[in-house]
């Protein structure tokens, strides 16, 4: 009787654990609006990110638990494994390659400074010196003003977007370095009034480019599987409609 | 076929192979190039989605951002609402910094150009709005309102004209990806067409080639085939022009060949059948089929002949043995049947149907399967009564010879005169065994001869028929005796011997001592009496002719008429004498045989006979030149002295004598004839004519003594020749003399 218990367990477990297998942990980052929505209890409700998890999942046939988290976490977790996919609009660095795997490019970013209206432009040498500047940690940006020469003073790391335009409304910081389209929400709220992008978006190679999902370096699989998912969705248009319920203009 | 080494065909195989790797290889570049069109193909179409799709997403996406570029501008430029203008104008500057507008540096320029301008735009519209918020000049804010939306008015066109040159690049390069795609269509079209062409012409050369090399060979090969099974004459197969064909062509050819000596064989062997059955019949020698216990099965017509029977019914071959050979042909009929033997031959006897015996040289052969018992038996047998008899003769002869007193043997001239065969006589002759004397040669028992003249005596022998020789002989105890040896030759199946016949000529050559020591004091007997004799008869005859002349007057006629008788007496006797003593002296004093010639001796002759020549009016004719012979020129004067005197004397009354002088060769010797036309003399004297002092007419007919030709007998037997006449009386006389040819 034993023995057919074991036996039933082992088999068990052996119908079981694929199902485990196809469970992902992905992780969203709590950033500005169009990309994540979130209701007042902090659940994800919607957004660009949220959005293209959920379908991507359902092209890979996977059960994906999104989990909202902040950059610096959801950098630190997807390195751990223990999410899964990550979805924080990474720029792909040398550094980073050596601790995540990078899908397709999902769409193309700058990065700008962000002032009040009529202010002087900012030039990105000079940025530090002259402002305080707000930055999200982890992030290029904040690699970025890191590198700029100025006071450390001036370079004013948050956890967030939110907090970073929180920093700018409540006058931590005189500007802020963000991913212009991560902007364009704040810009167009009644908080943004008054605010501006400050010129050309920075002409740094390390500030603009693709943008990508991120997956754990343990699972090239899942990375694979999502590629090809990606593709699918961008081939046959369902891609582009996400884009446009989402933003203003065509962000590829 | 015998093989042709040489020449060295090429290999069907080969061909094929080359051809199939000459289309393998075709086929692969065909391959290679479709493979290489297709990846070109792939490539054109890859670069396509990674090149040319994306640009001309890039470009559409581009377009659709001017588009909303154009948009966010014409609302920035005149939305009445500030939070929407902002915004719009927000928007906008977002999408003319996106990386959208940025893949082409032209693009980007004038899009950051029409953002410059856009900046300004928004720059009036926040002017109007403060004048408007300051309630200071409504209508100026208007008007700032418009000279910024002026402002924007051109830049719709400039961005327009992105999209449209946008649009034409995506076209273009739509274009110049399917100009490409075509053109590798086209090379692939061609390279396809090229490589069916090649591919057909390799097909058609191969399919030309297996005809030529195989299948006409082929068809030739089974039109060869049928033509053998027909049995007709099959055409000659045209030059292989591959190995296999050859191969082929001389397995056929061999096929041929093993039929055609199997038809041939055949034929033959009907033939042979036939011709057996004609041989069985008409053969003269007696053939019989037996079954295995004698009993006659089948016999041909010379069988039923020879033992002069009509029918074979119930006839044993055993019952016409002759009781005496039946145990030798019973013991080699056993040997027959255990195997031991297959066939004999022997001489037997059979017995006729009327008893008479005919002797057979019969040779039964067996038949039989293999190991097995005879189960037949030929037998075929030659009348040989007649070779019987005639060996029973020879036996008797040789039993004759055997038994000769005089000794016979036999040797072989080409092993140098080893002697072969020996009578008892020869054995007793030399008192040598004769297995001792078969084993020696001429030099052994002739202590005269060695070797080399062996060999000539040999030749000499071959050469003529008989030769006689004599010599001596070495017989045991070392005695030498004198032998004369008459040699014959010989020829026994095909090889010469020479036969000699001995004579023990001791006792002749006694006898023969005895009688040369008796002619020599005969004949000095002669020559002392005559020599002698001429004294006392010259002293008569000159006391006779003093008597005559002194007292001659004084005697009467009769007394004068006896005194001439014995004058005449003396004369007659002296002339006798000196006859006598030429006659004794040619032996004792003839000089060395030399070469001389007789025609010279001839007219020597003549000119001692002139007078004579003259007084009877005889004519000498000869045929010029006589021969030279060996000879006593002084001896063969008197010779044909003797002759042509003899031919004067004694010529027909009342006619001239007319004598002819001829020689004719005949071996080493010349045979001399001296023919006339004289009384001739009777047969019955032709012998006798030639014996001393033998007249055939009275002293007073012709004038002589009767020792003329006697001497001219002795003068050629010392020359070795011989002399004969050839007369009839009264009708002229020939006589012919031999001499040794010089």
């Known amino acids: ?47 660009f990110n949220v959005e293209l998890a959920r379908l991507l999942c359902s092209r890979m046939g996977r059960i994906c638990s999104l989990e909202k988290t902040s950059f610096p976490q959801l950098v630190t977790r997807v390195e751990e494994g223990t999410f899964q996919i990550g979805f924080a609009n990474l720029l792909k660095t040398p550094e980073r390659e050596q601790k995540m795997l990078f899908s397709t490019p999902i769409w193309r970013s700058t990065s700008s400074f962000v002032t009040r209206s009529g202010a002087p432009a900012i030039q990105p040498a000079t940025a530090r010196q002259k402002a305080r500047i707000c930055v999200v940690r982890k992030t290029a940006q904040e690699a970025y003003v890191a590198e700029l020469p100025g006071p450390l003073n001036n370079m004013v790391p948050v956890s967030s977007h939110a907090e970073v335009f929180a920093g700018l409304t409540q006058g931590q910081c005189d500007a802020a370095l963000l991913p212009t389209v991560h902007v364009l929400s704040f810009l167009a709220s009644p908080d943004g009034v008054g ?8 002409q740094d190679p390390r500030l603009s480019g693709n943008v990508y999902i991120v997956v754990a370096k343990s699972r090239p699989e899942l990375l694979e599987a999502l590629n090809q998912a990606f593709a699918d969705i961008n081939r046959d248009g369902t891609y582009r409609a996400l884009i446009a319920r989402f933003f203003p203009f065509d962000i590829l | 076929m015998p093989p042709i080494p040489p020449l060295r065909l090429p290999s069907l195989q080969r061909r094929l192979l080359a051809f199939a790797i000459a289309l393998a290889m075709v086929v692969l570049a065909a391959l290679g ?41 014409w609302i920035a430029a005149t939305a009445e609402d500030p939070k929407d203008w902002r915004q719009a104008a927000v928007t906008a500057q977002a999408l003319a910094f996106h990386p959208s507008l940025a893949f082409d540096e032209e693009l980007r320029r004038q899009v950051v150009q029409v953002h410059a301008t856009l900046r300004q735009v928004v720059s009036l519209r926040e002017q109007a709005q403060d004048l408007r918020a300051s309630r200071q000049d409504a209508r100026r804010a208007a008007i700032v309102d418009d000279q910024a939306k002026s402002l924007w008015t051109p830049q719709e066109s400039v961005l327009a004209n992105l999209q449209g040159r946008l649009a034409d690049d995506a076209a273009a390069l739509i274009v110049t990806r399917m100009d490409r795609i075509a053109r590798i269509s086209d090379l692939t079209l061609r390279a396809a067409v090229a490589a069916a062409l090649i591919i057909l012409l390799i097909a058609g050369a191969t399919a030309w080639m297996v005809g030529r090399n195989l299948l006409r060979p082929v068809v030739g090969l089974a039109q ?88 074979t019914l119930d006839l044993k071959l055993d019952s016409l043995t002759h009781p005496d050979d039946r145990p030798r042909t019973a013991e080699l009929a056993q040997a027959m049947a255990r195997g031991e033997i297959d066939r004999y031959r022997m001489d037997k006897r059979l017995i006729r149907s009327d008893g008479s015996v005919v002797w ?112 001596v002989h070495r017989v045991a105890g070392g005695e030498i005796i004198p032998v004369e040896v008459s040699a014959s030759t010989l020829e026994h199946d095909g090889h010469p011997y020479v036969a000699g016949y001995i004579r023990d000529i001791r006792d002749r050559n006694r006898m023969l001592e005895a009688v040369r020591r008796s002619n020599d004091d005969l004949q000095q007997f002669a020559y002392v009496a005559s020599h002698d004799l001429q004294e006392p008869l010259r002293m008569v005859a000159s006391f006779l002719q003093l008597l005559e002349r002194r007292y001659g007057p004084m005697l009467d006629d009769d007394g004068r008429e006896y005194i001439h008788f014995a004058v005449d007496g003396a004369i007659r006797m002296k002339q006798l004498i000196e006859d006598l003593l030429a006659f004794s002296r040619i032996d004792s004093r003839g000089a060395p045989l030399a070469k001389v010639d007789l025609e010279q001796i001839t007219r020597e002759s003549c000119d001692n006979l002139a007078a004579a020549i003259q007084e009877s009016g005889a004519t000498i004719t000869w045929k010029s030149p006589l021969p030279r012979v060996m000879g006593d020129e002084g001896q063969l004067v008197r010779l044909m002295q003797n002759l042509l005197g003899n031919a004067i004397k004694y010529r027909s009354p009342g006619t001239a004598a007319e004598i002819t002088i001829s020689a004719l060769r005949r071996g080493e010797f010349w045979t001399v004839a001296v023919a006339d036309n004289g009384i001739g003399i009777a047969p019955e004297y032709h012998e006798r004519i030639f014996m001393i002092f033998q007249r055939l007419h009275g002293i007073g007919a012709y004038e002589g003594t009767g020792i003329g030709l006697a001497i001219c007998k002795r003068i050629v037997e010392r020359h070795g020749g011989e002399i004969w006449v050839e007369s009839q009386e009264n009708n002229g006389s020939v006589f012919k003399f031999t001499l040794k040819a010089a």
């Open chain 2, 360 to 471: 057979v040289d019969a040779t039964i052969r067996a038949i039989r399967d293999g190991d097995a018992p005879p189960h037949q038996y030929v037998a075929v047998a030659i009348d040989i009564s007649d070779r019987v008899r005639v060996e029973k003769e020879l036996l008797f002869i040789r039993s004759l010879v055997d038994q000769s007193a005089d000794p016979i043997y036999c040797v072989d001239p080409l092993d140098g005169g080893r002697m072969v065969w020996a009578n008892a006589a020869t054995c007793q002759h030399f008192g040598i065994p004769e297995s001792q004397l078969l084993t020696m040669r001429i030099p052994d028992w002739d202590p005269r001869v060695d070797m080399q003249t062996a060999q000539n005596m040999m030749q000499t022998a071959l050469n003529n028929d008989t030769h006689v020789l004599e010599t």
């Open chain 1, 195 to 202: 605010y501006d992008y400050s010129g050309a978006p920075v």
């Open chain 2, 33 to 73: 190039a479709l493979l290489l069109s297709g990846a070109a193909t792939h490539t054109a179409i890859q670069d396509s989605r990674t090149e040319t799709v994306p640009h001309i997403l890039e470009r559409q996406r581009a377009t659709a951002n001017l588009e909303r570029l154009i948009r966010f501008g």
């Open chain 2, 224 to 311: 060869a085939m049928r033509n053998t099974q027909a049995g007709q004459e099959t055409p000659p197969l045209p030059l292989a022009a591959t190995a296999e064909i050859a191969v082929l062509q001389d397995a056929v050819g061999q096929l041929h060949d093993a039929l055609h000596r199997a038809n041939l064989r055949e034929h033959a062997l009907r033939a042979s059948e036939q011709r057996l059955a004609s041989i069985f019949s008409a053969s003269e020698a007696a053939i019989v089929l037996t079954d295995s216990i004698g009993q006659v099965m089948q016999a041909n017509d010379s069988f039923l002949r020879l033992l002069g029977l009509k029918d």
């Open chain 1, 1 to 47: 009787m034993r023995v057919w218990l074991f036996l039933l367990g082992v088999l068990c477990a052996s119908t079981i654990r694929p199902a485990l297998a196809d469970e992902v942990t992905v992780g969203i980052t709590s950033t500005a609006l169009p990309f994540v929505e979130t209701a007042p209890d902090g659940r994800l409700t919607g957004g």
